[in-house]
């Protein structure tokens, strides 16, 4: 496989075909945040935080976009971040007042990403008190919390059963609004053939799959 | 949410440390880190970037870390009162005949049993243990003194476990639990290649274009490593199970033959017969790095697939196509569990399969190897530090006479010249008024050893007991003096997995009350009886571990690091052998050792017309005395359930989740039934954890000649419904 060059943020980079700008820029130190991608997943591009500017009509996601001889990527900019920050209010704007992430592991990748953006108010109507329902919560586990309130939909905890487990046992269900993640054929977690090995809660970047409070009793 | 405020960094991150340690369950070895609070409060776990792991856990490694903080850790030493001589059980569960549908079950219960002891300090404890262990060598000699260390302690712990009996007791009677799961296949593997560890480490299945899942169960029972091989098959490797239960696995096997019990051999046999009568077999290979294929040649003719139909139960072609796939791939790698090994012929199982890959010269090269998953977490360092009776550290026989000098100018005292006992033939040297007096580090015999009738005899009949643990186990219910010790958590100290991997763990909690490591008692032990120990360290303990054993040459606690090293360990700034044996065995060529179908013990009849197989599942470890402390563990498995198949149970009248009396020609039990297709007509599983339904009352003591393992596999066992019980 041959090797491509090109700039990200000005630094000349040297990588080999096929590689993802947002893996080329990993390997030079350059962090371009995301939610959807972790290095031990298929990437998929879905949360399109990771957008660059690689000076096309629109911003593709660094994620899933392949390196090109001669690119020129931006990875951070003023119209980057504007995106960035509306993705965010809007995902945002359903989420639960409190993130058992946080309460937990403490590492929400939403309420990072949130900070760092500098997210505090925003002009859109609260998801949740609107005609929408709530989307519900799976407390059928010992050991997993789920709420569905929290997710974001990043298919990480699919891709981790699936593809780093090979356990199966989480998808996709539903349509439109109320598409959400489903153990086997939609039943509780607890009636499913999950085996606990709490992949989905180590990758998940928000509240969405928490472990249960287990901490030692003293 | 309208705004976001939340506050400047995460609440649960504050004054919380991630410190990088291990998994304590089992052989995979994963690497993690423990989110600890101040107080040594353990929140979470996060997998590390391991070497066997790649950041994975399973549930026992993500959830089940709670049992170090149960309140029923012991805190004080506690000696054995007056009037509760003479020695006996002394909970409900462990009598005889009390296990049954109205009885709570779960763990000892400290009210029944508490009241039989007295707190003491520790210097009356140690000064009790070093007059009883000197009253027994002075009445019965050295010999009559025996000692249980732990697959669950560190390699530091088990060697000064192993110098403790060896020198300061002067006896070889020591061993563990690698008596109770593999020992068939360390003796089989030593005779065959000359070394009883793992040639290729699992991960290494991604090369592999074959592998077989020889009588294993890895989602259960090595369920990181299971997810690396679901990963291989995914990418193209293709995956044969042989079992006489459907592994969980098999779903993902390209091929599943569902064996008769304990006709591994025949099996075997036959598809070595196929390999050869079809030209499969690597000829270069076997004329340039084996011996003895003539004899081996000689006895798989007389199994030709049709016999092995007969024998096996596996129709005679899917014998030929498991043959073909496996002669015709370029790379192959085998792996085994308790289903091979847990046998009278253990023994002959394991050479089947040493044979089976020597003839398809798949040992040496990447995607190619030998690997008996290995259970405990240390099972396979407890075993290289010289926890066993016929081995010094290192594999270094006691009966080597140059051997035994080294030994005695290394450690300043004269030693033994007989190898010891094994665990199974202690209980019955107990029984016999040969082993007056035992010491019982981190193990559970009462659970774990075969026919707990004989057992509880043989504990009730000693002498003098010591029992060094974490709780109060079945088996400490009968001991003079009980010890509280350390648990994983608690320690520094390292530990090698299936891999061969060297790996540390970093205590992350005090002991609670006044609890104690269990390198420092068995130091303080030797001093209180005349020897000189004096170590700064646990690295000090590895060092002088590794000048005993060259097998760990080169590796020291500053170079394994947080990561880990695998052994052998070429220079110290080697990361370690993955793969062994590319051009030479260490005893030259590889050594086919033919074997024949033998008879189990313990067969069915009119009277006991089903078989019981044993073993284990996900959620617990072993005899239960950590994961049923583990309130996630225990939520999510708390009940012993015996797998029946459907059929069977339609004759016997029983439903699912119904009670049934299990009877072997032993002991009995009665549990609830649950009704699966995974088991075979005839056949039954029960899983061994659980002291209320205790799989080992059931099972029989028979050996197998060479490795000294019970036969946990096949015991005969009528079944009936208790349809009183709803
Ligand atoms: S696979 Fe074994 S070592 Fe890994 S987390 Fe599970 S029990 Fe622990």
């Known amino acids: ?218 | 949410m309208k705004s976001f405020n939340p506050s400047e960094s995460a609440a649960a991150l504050a004054g919380i440390t991630e410190v990088p340690t291990l998994c304590p369950y089992c052989g995979v070895g994963c690497a993690l880190s423990y989110g600890v609070d101040a107080d040594g409060t353990i929140h979470y776990a996060r997998g590390r970037d391991g070497a066997s792991n790649a950041e994975r856990l399973c549930v026992k490694g993500r959830y089940g870390f709670d049992y170090a903080a149960h309140p029923q850790r012991l805190t004080k030493p506690l000696i054995r009162r007056e009037s509760a001589y003479p020695r006996g059980p002394l909970s409900q569960f462990s009598q005889i005949d009390s296990s049954g549908p109205r009885k709570a079950g779960g763990i000892v219960d400290y009210t029944e049993v508490m009241p039989h002891f007295r707190e003491a300090s520790w210097e009356e404890a140690l000064e009790r243990i070093a007059e009883g262990f000197t009253r027994v060598r002075t009445n019965g000699g050295p010999h009559a003194m025996a000692g249980f260390g732990s697959a669950k302690g560190s390699n530091e712990e088990a060697y000064l476990f192993q110098k403790f009996m060896r020198t300061v007791i002067g006896t070889n009677n020591v061993d563990h639990c690698t008596r109770l799961c593999h020992a068939s296949s360390v003796y089989a593997l030593i005779e065959g290649i000359g070394s009883g560890a793992v040639t290729n480490v699992v991960r290494d299945i991604e090369n592999a274009e074959v592998a077989i899942l020889a009588g294993c169960n890895p989602t259960a029972n090595h369920p990181v490593a299971a997810s690396f091989m679901k990963q291989a098959a995914a990418a193209g490797t293709d995956l044969l199970a042989v079992n006489v239960r459907r592994p969980g696995i098999a779903d993902y096997c390209s091929q599943y033959c569902q064996i008769k019990p304990g006709s591994d051999v025949a099996f075997y046999n036959a598809v070595m017969h196929v390999i050869i009568a079809e030209d499969l077999h690597d000829k270069a290979f076997i004329e340039t790095r084996t011996e003895g294929f003539a004899e081996l040649k000689a006895m798989v003719e007389e199994y030709p697939p049709a016999v092995g139909e007969r024998l096996s139960g596996v129709p005679a072609e899917e014998i030929i196509a498991f043959a073909r796939q496996l002669g015709q791939a370029r790379s192959a790698m085998i792996f085994w569990g308790m289903g091979i090994s847990q046998h009278v012929f253990g023994t002959d199982n394991a050479r089947c399969l040493i044979a089976l890959a020597l003839l398809t010269g798949n040992i040496g090269r990447p995607g190619t190897g030998l690997h008996p998953l290995r259970g405990q977490n240390n099972v396979q360092g407890a075993s290289d530090a010289g926890l066993i009776p016929m081995y010094y550290p290192g594999y270094q026989s006691v009966a080597d006479a140059e051997v035994r000098k080294r030994f005695e100018s290394l450690w300043g005292v004269d030693l033994p010249d007989t190898p010891g006992l094994t665990t199974a033939e202690i209980t019955h040297a107990a029984l016999e008024g040969d082993i007056r007096g035992l010491y019982c580090m981190g193990e559970n015999p009462f659970l774990s050893d075969p026919d707990i009738n004989r057992v509880r005899e043989a504990l009730a009949s000693l002498d003098f007991l010591v029992v060094q643990d974490l709780f109060i186990t079945e088996t400490a219910e009968f001991a003079d003096v009980i010890l509280p010790a350390s648990a994983f958590m608690e320690k520094c100290g390292t530990f090698t997995n299936t891999d061969r991997r060297v790996q540390k763990s970093q205590p992350v909690r005090q002991p609670p009350g006044e609890a104690r490591q269990d390198w420092h008692i068995l130091r303080d032990l030797a001093q209180r009886m005349g020897h000189d120990w004096n170590y700064p360290d646990e690295s000090a303990v590895f060092d002088e571990f590794v000048k005993a054993a060259p097998l760990y040459a080169n590796l020291s606690h500053t170079n394994i690091g947080e990561t880990g090293r695998w052994y052998p360990c070429p220079h110290p700034d080697s990361q370690g052998e993955r793969l062994l044996f590319a051009d030479t065995f260490p005893i030259g060529r590889g050594r086919f050792v033919p074997a024949q179908l033998g008879t189990a013990p313990d067969l069915p009849d009119n009277d006991y017309p089903f078989i019981l197989n044993t073993g284990r599942q996900l959620e617990h470890w072993h005899t239960g005395v950590m994961t049923r402390r583990s309130r996630a563990l225990d939520a999510i498995a708390p009940k012993a359930r015996v797998e029946l198949h459907p059929d069977d149970a339609r004759k016997l009248g029983v439903a699912n989740e119904e009670w049934v009396e299990l009877a072997s020609r032993r002991g009995s039990v009665q549990v609830q039934a649950l009704l699966t297709r995974d088991v075979a007509p005839g056949t039954l599983f029960l899983p061994m954890h659980f002291r209320e339904a205790a799989a080992n009352l059931l099972t029989s003591p028979a050996l197998d000649p060479f490795g000294k393992i019970p036969e946990f596999k096949i015991c005969a066992v009528a079944v009936n419904a208790l349809s009183e019980v709803s």
Not at chain 1, 55 to 78: D, S
Not at chain 1, 83 to 111: F, N, V
Not at chain 1, 122 to 148: E, L
């Open chain 1, 1 to 218: 496989m041959s090797d491509v060059s090109l700039t990200i943020d000005g630094v000349e980079v040297t990588v080999p075909e096929g590689t993802t700008i947002w893996e080329a820029a990993a390997r030079y130190g350059i962090e371009i945040p995301v939610l959807c991608h972790d290095p031990r997943l298929e990437p998929v591009g879905v949360c399109r935080i990771c957008a660059v500017d690689v000076g096309e009509r629109t911003l593709p996601a660094a994620c899933v976009r392949h390196v090109e001889a001669g690119m020129n990527v931006i990875t951070a900019n003023t119209e980057i971040t504007a995106h960035r920050r509306i993705l965010t209010e809007l995902m945002l704007s359903d989420q639960p007042e409190q993130s058992r992430r946080e309460a937990t592991t403490g590492d929400d990748s939403l309420y990072a990403l949130a900070r760092e953006l500098k997210v505090s108010d925003f002009p859109w109507p609260d998801a949740k008190s609107s005609s929408n329902p709530p989307r519900g919560q799976d407390d059928s586990s010992p050991v997993i919390a789920v709420d569905h309130q929290a997710c974001i939909l990043c298919d990480r905890c699919v891709r981790a059963c699936d593809d780093i487990q090979h356990n199966d046992v989480i998808t996709r269900t539903g349509k439109g609004h109320s598409v959400r993640i489903g153990f086997d054929l939609d039943v509780p977690m607890a009636e499913s053939s999950c085996v606990s090995c709490g992949e989905c809660v180590a990758v998940c970047p928000t509240g969405a799959l928490t472990h249960q409070f287990l901490g030692e009793t003293s």
